[in-house]
């Protein structure tokens, strides 16, 4: 069965840090290019952040340029998301997803940034 399980979010005051997990099942990890999306309240689902199959080459949102960080273990099949310095505009839900041939999107994971 194919599966997108995102993990790793919680309240955080402005600031702080999270890292953010994506454990992926059902299909070859290491074969797509993966990314990482959120979806503030009552605001339309965006990219956050892509990273190459290898781990190599990434690519970032402007407003998260310098203060989150893209990851990917292919031996855990699992896509990472350091973020750092979280602002309140940072506050979403966070999901994966792989690239190409998109699947039903997880349940995502709550991030919420306030003091």
């Known amino acids: 069965q194919v599966q997108l399980v995102e993990s790793g979010g919680g309240l955080v005051q402005p600031g702080g840090s999270l890292r953010l997990s994506c454990v992926v099942s059902?299909?070859?990890?290491?074969?797509?290019?993966m990314s990482w999306y959120r979806q503030p309240p009552g605001k339309e689902r965006e990219s956050v952040a892509t990273?190459?199959?290898?781990?190599?080459?990434?690519n970032y949102a402007d407003s998260v340029k310098g203060r989150f960080t893209v990851s990917r273990d292919n031996n855990r099949n699992t896509l990472y998301l350091q973020m750092n310095s979280l602002k309140p505009e940072d506050t979403a839900v966070y999901y994966c997803?792989?690239?190409?041939?998109?699947?039903?999107w997880g349940q995502g994971t709550q991030v919420t940034v306030s003091s």
């Open positions: 997803q792989r690239q190409g041939s998109p699947l039903p």
């Open positions: 059902g299909f070859t990890f290491g074969q797509y290019v």
């Open positions: 990273i190459s199959i290898g781990g190599r080459t990434t």
